[in-house]
């Protein structure tokens, strides 16, 4: 059992100008594991937020069942919420700090707010915030003196403070520049391995769930459309926005133009796990006619997983080029054709060849 269960999760906004109402999120079930970090992603307006808001009940769903650490909350009672949104700590965007009050102060309001501790142990508590977040300096500035990714610092602190397990982030980085982004994704990855955190993290953006989470949803008009583990997702991608992962490099687009401008036949290959580090190329120019060039490689890491990629040109016999695309997929090689010459059009030349080799 995961330590958050979404069940069957519909909520529909009323509207004056929709007359069914909107149509936010629409039967979405997930379960996220203890020690995850769970991305998910898609467009603006997808329902991101409003799903994430349904963990905590800040949104009451329309219907279905929000289970957390193994108990059903969707029906508590907001007295009995608030005991449970102690266990779930949110970071926002706009980080949402109070302005009146500096960064101690800040990160001090959840344990003030809970009542019954010791002015000692609030100090104890933020003190190791403030260290936890590199914000040890920082103690007696108030949020206009700080920069974005000093505030979202603060932001960290104070939904960590009461120490949560569940941690939801809502388009954390999405204010951030790039280099501030990598510094937070840094310090979320360090609080969940130290804290022993479990995160959804909701972000538009693809670089954010690549470099952090262990899983992934896409998430397109209310309905969570692909699922799996990072490199399930990546390797196979079904929907606009993990294909947009794929296409991004600019060399790929251009590979697949002059593919299909001059028929040549292009292939992007990609290696998963061990298989990055096979010699396959090696021993496929050595046991086929085919004459290859490599025109394009990266190889990343995907949560603790090598995920390689190689566009290749591939020139010989229509047959032989076959052949070569059958051995690969045979050492559990992905094989995508980038255009140009297609394998149809191979298999049309593979028969005419049969029929003059066979008679
Ligand atoms: N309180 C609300 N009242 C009415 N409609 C809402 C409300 N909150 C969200 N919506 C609508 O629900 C849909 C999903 O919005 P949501 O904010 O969950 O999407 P999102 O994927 O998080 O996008 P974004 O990143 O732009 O916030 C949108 O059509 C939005 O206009």
């Known amino acids: 059992m995961g330590i958050i269960e979404l069940k069957n999760i519909v909520k529909t906004f009323p509207s004056e100008k929709v007359g069914e109402g909107v149509h936010a999120v629409r039967d979405v079930s997930l379960t996220i594991e203890e020690g995850d970090i769970f991305g998910i992603i898609g467009y603006s307006g997808a329902g991101k937020s409003t799903l994430v808001r349904c963990i905590n009940l800040l949104e009451k769903p329309t219907s279905g ?21 102690r266990r779930m700590g949110m970071i926002f965007q706009h980080f949402n700090l109070l302005n009146s009050a500096n960064v101690f102060e800040n990160i001090a309001a959840p344990l003030k707010n809970q009542g019954r501790i010791s002015g000692k142990e609030i100090r104890e508590r933020v003190e190791e915030m403030l260290r936890l977040t590199g914000l040890e300096d920082k103690a007696r500035a108030y949020p206009s003196q700080l920069s974005g990714g000093q505030k979202q610092r603060v932001a960290i602190a104070r939904a960590l403070v009461g120490r949560p397990r569940i941690l ?35 972000t538009h953006q693809m670089e ?94 995907l949560s603790g997983v090598p995920f390689g990629t190689l566009t290749i040109d591939m020139k010989g016999e229509g047959k032989d080029i076959l052949d070569a695309v059958a051995y690969l997929k045979s050492r559990e090689i992905k094989v995508e054709e980038l255009g140009g010459h297609k394998i149809e059009e191979r298999k049309e030349e593979r028969r005419e060849e049969d029929k003059i080799w066979n008679g």
């Open 168 to 202: 939801l982030c809502d388009e954390a980085t999405s204010a951030l520049d790039p280099n501030t982004t990598t510094q937070i994704i840094e310090l979320l990855r360090s609080l969940q391995e130290k804290l022993k955190l479990t995160v959804v993290m909701i």
């Open 208 to 301: 954010v769930v690549k470099s952090i989470c262990n899983k992934v949803a896409v998430m397109e008009e209310g309905k969570v459309i692909e699922e799996g583990s990072l490199v399930e997702v990546f390797s196979e991608p079904k929907s606009s926005i993990t294909k947009e992962f794929r296409e991004k490099t600019l060399y790929r687009k251009e590979a697949i133009a002059l593919a299909e401008k001059n028929k040549r036949n292009l292939y992007e290959l990609t290696f998963i796990g061990e298989k990055a580090n096979d010699p396959a190329i090696m021993d496929l120019v050595r046991n086929y006619p085919v004459e290859v060039s490599i025109l394009f490689g990266n190889i990343e890491i």
């Open 65 to 85: 069942e929000v289970i957390v650490e193994g108990k059903n909350i969707t029906a508590y009672s907001e007295v009995e919420l608030r005991a449970v949104r």
